[in-house]
């Protein structure tokens, strides 16, 4: 799989090229994530927790918290040590309706899982970035935000459902949660298959999209239509997507909508 990024990830060394295919060294690996957050295809993944576990545990937090009577649910993405201590220093200036969700790496967190979560039942989600995060993981966490907000656009929802944080917005996040429709929750089960995850999460809140453009511009040179098809311009073939769904990156292959459920 030709992955673009290889680039903004060598500092470590862990990422070299082989032409057509990239190889990692997991001796040099720091785990920060951000490179399997950045591989469009899914190609290089995060091992644990796996992107099954990680959006089934939403799932399952975000239907308890409405189950017990629960509003308006925002989630918060941090780290297990820096960012935990911030949450927890600030513990009693959170909102009510805040959901705090623990992470290894801030950086493992891409736009799958943000329009997951939103795809979920959540009104807003936020990362909440530490000072020592380093320059190229900042890097992808920003395009991967800027990507989710042009699709979310595209899709006419107002601005504000996704946001990366710093330790002095936690006492406001979650007050000010942006008009929408109401959107059913989500049902369909987590799975370890990037791609198939985006395309679940967009055409469900493609479903409930308060007004779709025709034609969305997104970062990276990726477009939305309004059928919610992205193209993706590394890979400029022209493919049939189904009636709601994500082009392939190969030509002759196609997806239509299956939503598994547990």
Known sequence: TRFPYTTLFRSTGAITSLGEQIQVDPYLCQGAGSCATACPSGAITYSYPDLADTLTRLRRMLEAYREAGGEQPVLLFHDREDGAEQVRQQAADLAENLLPVAVEEIGSVGMDSCLSALAYGAGQVGLLQSPDVATSVRCEIETQQVTG????????????????????DLATFGTDIP???????????????????????????????????????LARNWSIDSKTKLVDSFRPQSVNAGPIGLAASKPGMSWQPKQPYL
């Not at 907000?149 to 946001?163: D, F, N, T, V």
């Not at 929750?185 to 493609?206: F, Q, S, T, V, W």
């Open 179 to 217: 008009a929408g429709p109401e959107r059913e929750p989500g049902r369909y089960a987590g799975l370890d298959e990037k791609r198939n995850m985006l395309r679940l999460a967009i055409e469900h809140l493609y479903q409930f999209g308060p007004a779709p453009r025709p034609l969305q511009s």
């Open 149 to 168: 907000r042009a699709i979310l656009a595209g899709m006419g929802y107002a601005p504000g459902l996704l946001h990366i944080l710093t330790d002095t």
